[in-house]
């Protein structure tokens, strides 16, 4: 029987080596030589191993598989991957927000939900959370969100005090504490939790109408859930609980899906609706704008290499294709610069070469050189020219994703309108979504949470901020507490 042949180990040059094991030295026991490159280059290689991991959503896995539209949605947007019938490749990441790399995935937290089509006009990214709302409206406040919900700078400790604190100074919170607090904070797995866009975005159709939009992906496996105590017992087991989940579930062939469906506004409505429907705090009721499913998102295919093709993926709420364009969310605006930039301090200013991140549409841009420039540029190297370079072509490709603003420069909150405040959606949700055991395990999550390191005075705003959104839920709060 032949023996196998394995493949010579080599430099990262190509040039095979003599050792996998051994230094080269002066002699079995002697000083190693500078000469053993080999070595040097395995060292030095290592040191450098970790790039610098997202801040926020460090902790995170994903898959790649493909979206196919099953219903025609084709009278609201001209995008091709939207078209009926179209299938397309996908790449979805989940994470946590606050966690480190080294997190455990079975935190209380919000989960990253960033899915990517690589699209026939480029790639499409939808990078959302599995909740419908967020803790915020003014992108202004976002670093200082993070920074609450992650480390103090003297301990190095991750702080209930602070997070507390921030939030009671923030009511426009209510919405997305309240659901962080009930069932919905900790999912079971990522296969058991909804994807949502959040922000809403402008479809435009191939006459030119617009459309207001919001994104849901219904999980196919149902939604469960872990208990507070499940979630500390896991965390304490296998802090890579979620990713362990989703590679074992797809490597076996149980591949998870969700459901596309979207909730449409009428471009006008948008004016006049009794509440801004651009808030990111609330959610649009179903009963004014209900669900138009669109297709199907399924999971197939793990990555070879983590790194690679997890680690190193890109996601940008920048990236958006003919027919898909942004909303007056001041939050989605601040997102379309904050996260490509993100990209280019982590990975360079060439991030969209990584092959995770490429297009699988052709590429005719005058972007040119900088750090790790892979793909070789031709002339002419810039527009306009007459020398045959790629030229933008405003006739098949307008720029139809617009909306009309006017006013002066200000610094200021959101126009109110009739049913715009911050303890209403979640009151709703407490009152009339909640059954008596959820609101068992809310009022159970947020006593545990409170009586662990919240100062006083911040005890005192979390009561009230609890109040206002159920005056009973608040009062429960306080009595957990205190004992009184």
């Known amino acids: 029987m032949k023996k196998e042949e394995r493949k010579p ?12 094991e051994f230094s080269l030295t002066v002699g079995p026991d002697g000083p190693i030589l500078l000469q053993d490159t080999y070595l040097i280059e395995q060292m030095a290689n290592f040191n450098r191993e970790r790039i610098p991991e997202r801040q926020p959503h460090a902790k995170g896995s994903g898959a790649f598989g493909h979206f196919e539209v099953t219903e025609d949605v084709s009278a609201y947007t001209k995008a091709a991957v939207f078209q009926p019938g179209t299938k397309t490749d996908t790449l979805i990441r989940f994470s946590t927000v606050a966690g480190e790399r080294g997190s455990p995935d079975t935190w209380r937290d919000v989960r990253g939900f960033a899915l990517r089509f690589y699209t026939t006009e480029g790639n499409y990214d939808m990078v959302g959370n599995n909740t419908p709302v967020f803790f915020l409206r003014d992108p202004m406040k976002f670093q200082h969100f993070i920074r609450s919900q992650k480390r103090r700078a003297d301990s190095g400790l991750r702080d209930n005090d602070m997070q507390w604190d921030f939030w009671t100074l923030s009511p426009e919170s209510a919405h997305q504490v309240t659901i962080l607090f009930s069932d919905r904070g900790i999912p079971k797995t990522w296969r058991h939790m909804n994807g949502y866009s959040s922000h809403t975005y402008m479809w435009v159709n191939a006459e030119g109408d617009r459309f207001w939009v919001k994104y849901h992906f219904k999980t196919d496996q149902g939604i469960e859930i872990l208990t507070q105590e499940e979630a500390d017992r896991i965390a304490g087991e296998d802090a890579d609980y979620h990713r362990r989940d989703l590679f074992d579930a797809i490597k076996r062939g149980d591949y998870p899906s969700w459901t596309l469906k979207v909730q449409i506004m009428p471009f006008k409505e948008a004016e006049t609706y009794r509440f801004n429907p651009f808030d990111l ?8 704008y209900p669900l138009h499913e669109v297709g199907r998102l399924t999971l197939n295919r793990n990555p070879t290499d983590f790194h690679t093709e997890i680690e190193q993926a890109a996601f940008q709420p920048s990236n958006l294709v003919p027919g898909i364009g942004p909303s007056p969310d001041k939050m989605l605006l601040a997102r379309l610069f904050s996260y490509a930039d993100a990209h280019r301090a982590r990975l360079g200013v060439n991030y969209h070469q990584i092959p995770v991140n490429r297009p699988k549409s052709p590429v005719h841009s005058y972007s040119k050189d900088g750090a790790m420039r892979i793909d070789n540029v031709s002339d002419p190297v810039y527009a306009p020219n007459s020398k045959g370079g790629p030229k933008a072509d405003g006739e098949r490709y307008p720029q139809v994703e617009i909306w009309k603003a006017s006013g002066e420069f200000v610094r200021a909150a959101y126009t109110l309108r009739k049913d715009d405040d911050d303890w209403g959606q979640a009151g709703t949700l407490i009152r009339k979504v909640m059954n008596d055991e959820q609101r068992d395990r809310l009022v159970s999550n947020v006593v ?6 919240v100062s006083k005075p911040v005890l005192e705003r979390a009561f009230e901020y609890w109040r206002n959104i159920d005056k009973e839920i608040g009062n429960r709060i306080a009595k957990g507490v205190t004992g009184s």
Do not use: C, E, R
């Open 9 to 20: 180990t080599t430099t990262d040059a190509g040039i095979p080596v003599a050792s996998d």
């Open 281 to 288: 705090t609330k959610v649009w009721p179903h009963g004014d």
């Open 448 to 453: 545990g949470h409170l009586k662990n390191g």
